[in-house]
């Protein structure tokens, strides 16, 4: 039986059962595998069968990971990695070279940054920023030696929106790659493929773990760039753990009801605080206040998990507002079943210059509220206390 809803998938694609007949897949705690002959040794090696040959190279647990994965994004075929960092460096490092250059979005996380500014360059390979604001740049900024466009939608903490398709189309009129970070909506909220897009890659470690426990990524792409990208990764060894690959596979079980969940608690506190004296302003894809709120409707199912604001006040204000929260957790991750603050400026994107924060909406004050699975009231209820509180050394 073909199944073609999301929920279905999640739940039911599994590897294969072993001779136990296991219900739930085991974990395959194993860094090698055997060869029933030389000539299957050899065979394995030359790929001219399908099989695990090393835990560095596939795994049964990150195989069933990533199957579910690409059918859920539409994509071919894929790789799980040990960190959403590993598939944002391998998604872009497998195809460019010295003296190669990508074109990427200004609003990106600040590990990613650092990627684009300080090792790319060692190697060779220039960037260019475009203000996602500003659609049209990014066909100026597309150069003769420009083999990418790397962008994040939304992004990370601002919730700039970008046009996939539009850039898709732009990409296979130059002949180039369009790399979409998926992050923030993940598959049940966004599908970049379905839009266009050549790549998709993912910090698994967010929503698709969904409980803050391990770490995770992938690369979803066509069969025939998958060749470049399972080259850097096989000799280089980005390896995702098995077991963080298990855990990773079952958590895409619940990914559709746990995103419904974190989405309807976004909507609410967004709509919450919009109407609190002490924010200077709100900003949410579902919002129809978001500068995009007709694009997000286009592309995305839902706003997703992630509501950023400014608390009035700037930074003392704000950093008030942070220590007075009593239940909400402070920290740099995102996609908890836990609700959690964080201060980008001086975490996340912490080692871009001011300047560069405030070119992508990262102002002082600006505080960034990934919404868990509490019951809303309780929410509203920490934050609004937290708020009265940032506004009292003021008056």
């Given amino acids: 039986m073909e199944l073609k809803n999301f929920e279905s998938i999640a739940v039911r694609t599994q590897s294969e059962r072993s001779q136990f007949n296991e219900h739930s897949a085991p974990i395959y705690a194993t860094s090698s595998f055997t060869f029933d002959s030389a000539e299957h040794a050899s065979a394995l090696f030359n790929d001219e069968v399908d099989g695990n040959i090393y835990t560095r190279y596939s795994n049964p647990n990150n195989n069933e ?41 200004r609003s990106v996380f600040g590990s990613t940054h650092q990627i684009l500014t300080q090792l790319f360059p060692r190697w060779g390979v220039s960037h260019t920023y475009v203000d996602v604001d500003k659609p049209e740049d990014f066909e100026k900024a597309i150069q003769p030696n420009t083999k990418m466009i790397f962008v994040e939608s939304p992004s990370n903490p601002a919730l700039d929106l970008i046009d996939i398709k539009y850039l898709a189309d732009l990409a296979n009129k130059h002949d180039i790659l369009l790399n979409v970070d998926n992050c923030f909506a993940t ?15 993912h910090s698994a470690t967010k929503f698709m773990d969904g409980q803050g426990r391990v770490l995770g990524g992938a690369i979803l792409t066509s069969k025939e760039l998958f060749k470049d990208i399972l080259f850097l990764a096989r000799h280089t060894g980005p390896s995702l753990s098995p077991f963080h690959g298990w855990i990773l596979s079952k958590s895409l079980e619940t990914l559709s009801v746990r995103m419904e969940r974190h989405c309807q608690n976004a909507l609410e506190l967004a709509k919450f605080l919009e109407t609190r004296d002490e924010v200077e302003f709100v900003k949410y894809p579902f919002l129809p206040s978001h500068p995009q709120y007709e694009l997000a409707k286009e592309q995305m199912r839902l706003g997703g998990a992630i509501v950023t604001f400014e608390v009035k006040g700037g930074i003392d204000a704000g950093r008030t507002f942070l220590n007075s929260l009593k239940m909400c957790t402070l920290t740099s991750n995102l996609g908890d079943t836990r609700t959690i603050a964080t201060h980008s400026a001086s975490t996340t994107h912490s080692k871009l210059s001011e300047a560069e924060r405030l070119k992508v909406g990262i102002s002082a004050g600006l505080v960034r509220i990934s919404c868990g699975l509490e019951h809303i009231d309780d929410i509203k209820k920490d934050i609004e206390q937290a708020l009265v509180a940032s506004q009292k050394e003021l008056v």
């Fill in 65 to 105: 990971f990533v199957e579910k994965l690409c059918l859920l994004e539409g994509a071919e075929t894929g790789i799980a990695t040990a960190s959403g960092m590993a598939a944002m460096f391998m998604s872009m490092a497998a195809f460019v070279k010295s003296g190669d250059h990508i074109v990427a979005c």
């Fill in 187 to 201: 598959p049940y909220i966004q599908n970049p493929i379905k839009l266009g897009a050549h790549i998709v890659t």
